[in-house]
């Protein structure tokens, strides 16, 4: 599914060069739930940021479903990340100005030929699985930090996204409300999609099927 | 598009202070930008009542070949004079006075003209309300004037002030035509009211000549036209014994002598330009540093939505369209209130001059500031607007979202 051969990234600010990431190579397998652990800069999130093709490496290879997408051009990157991906951050990132449903149909709205009313009824669906149709009028602001990352991964899978890469999806919840998502996590992955996750918590992580341990930009 | 504008509304609405600043600095640029524009086109000489100015060849004061001045048409040969010019069938008569005016037992002190019908043939006053004055009108000495709508205000608080009488020099004139006002900066003479030439005095400036425009016909050309009126002049002053100092190449158009009056001459033009131009760049740079505070406090949304597929252009597009609705808002309000500052600014400024009767600019010119501040207005969206979306765009969204 996802395949990362020796991938390297350099932080350069003027003189100062930060390996963050040193020869990575890893395979992400088709229905997998992944977690990646490590310590606070040890380069985890850069390796998700990479593997979501957020940010490039420095050098390496990507292949995602076989497709080298080192040398694919901005704007098929965007579509890919539409299509293919899907994502969850610690600090929800939703739009304030828009309105839960507004918020979970996004991805559509960059998506050709999605109509206004099917983008209505995707947004309607994927709040019925996190629960939330009841404040679909609602504005994040109205919302706890809990039912804000619901939202997130709500509009992490209207796209019905092959991957679902999470920076941290727990990060800012109480245990009660991390366990809640790591369920409901689990049941997305039982339904077929794979979920890379960065997390810092032994407990969250013992939830997924695969534990990769990171250290100074490399895997233990 | 329904996305576009709730989040539009909820940006503009939340930031007031910043949409009321934008607003507010794009309303002034624009303000000055439609009074340039309006100006520009006024002073390219082409523009109502002077649409002939680049036919238009004017005979006041001669100098002799020693330089010393030897004044211009006398009155009584000015009629006997035209007959030299059988193929121009436009010449006007022109002189001017300041008389004190009665209208509605008030006095006014005005500029009058005294001209021919001609006056009305060459050139393009816009009548509001009836009509000129006629040859046989002057031939039997009817007590008729034409003003324009301001001096009509004035007179008799009405803009129509057809068939009220005025009265200067011991005799009473009828208003038969009202015509639009006009320009300082695109007016053959000073004055705002005319009356047949056939009532002039000559008083006070005792001046006893007329001012001649010559309207050159089409069908002879500019150059061979400035011939034959050179030589009609030369002529005129030969049956005074007098050498004239007036050839061909001396004689130009009221446009040249325009271009020419015109500080800078030609260079006017790319003066103003440049001038229009710089009006546009320092609000638009002030407006950026705005801009560009806004959009960083939005950088999070837009890596947000390129992190779920939006593509460079479209979230180009967000930012700087949300800037463009800000600054057309700005940019019509400008244009809009053009003409009511530029009004308070007359007022102010040559309030009691001796243009005090003339506009500086009579009215704005839609067509003109829509060529004009349309690209104006893009250009300035494009700077104060463009930019800062387009470094957003550009920025990393993985940054981005850990800041």
Known sequence: ??????????????????HALNNINLTVEKGEFMSIMGPSGCGKSTLLNIMGLLDKPTSGTILLNGINVEEMSEHKTAELRNKTLGFIFQSFHLIPALSIIDNVELPLLYRKGVSYKERKERAVEALQKVELTHRMKHFPSQLSGGQCQRVAI??????????????????????????????????????????????????????????????????? | MKHFFITAYYNIAKDKSYTCLCLFGTTI?????????????ICSGDYPPMTNANSIIRLDMFKNTDGKNIGGIYYKEANAFTKNLPDFKHISLYHSNAINALAKEQLHNTDIGFVNEEYWNIYNYKFLYGKPFFKEDCINRKQVAV????????????????????????KEYEVIGVVKNVSMFSTPTESVIWVPYVFDKFIPNGMYKYTLDVLTPPSIPINAAKEKIAV??????????????????????????????IPGGKMFQYGSTAALLML??????NILTLNSTNANNRAKEIAVRRAFGAKPFSSFILIAGEN??????????????????????????????????????????????????????????????GLPAYLITKRNIPTVLKE
């Open chain 1, 154 to 220: 709500a509009r992490a899978l209207i796209g019905q996204p092959e991957i679902l890469l999470a920076d941290e999806p727990t990060g800012n919840l109480d245990s009660k409300m991390s366990e809640e998502i790591i369920l409901l996590l689990c049941e997305i992955n039982r339904s077929g999609t794979t979920i890379v996750m960065v997390t810092h918590d032994i407990k969250m992580a013992s939830n997924t099927s695969r534990i990769i341990n990171i250290l100074d930009g490399k895997i233990l």
């Open chain 1, 1 to 18: 599914m996802i395949k990362l051969d020796k991938i390297n990234k350099v932080f350069r600010t003027n003189e100062i060069e930060t």
């Open chain 2, 29 to 41: 640029t624009f303000i000055f930008i439609a009074l340039a524009l309006q100006l520009m086109h």
């Open chain 2, 324 to 385: 463009f609705l800000i600054t057309a808002t700005g940019a019509i309000t400008g244009v809009l209130c053009a003409v009511p500052v530029m009004n308070v600014l007359r007022k102010n400024i040559v309030g009691n001059s001796a243009f005090m009767d003339l506009e500086i600019i009579d009215h704005i010119d839609y067509n003109v500031i829509l060529c004009g501040a349309l690209p104006a207005l893009i250009v300035f969206s494009l700077l104060s607007g």
């Open chain 2, 232 to 261: 009609a002049v030369q002529q005129y002053f030969n049956t005074k014994n007098m050498k004239v100092d007036f050839f061909p190449k001396q004689i130009k158009t009221l446009k040249e002598t325009s271009e020419n009056n």
């Open chain 2, 280 to 285: 546009l760049i320092i609000p638009a740079l």
């Open chain 2, 147 to 170: 003003m324009t709508e301001k001096l009509s205000k004035t007179y008799f608080n009405k803009s129509n002030g057809l068939g009220e009488k005025f009265s200067f020099q011991g």
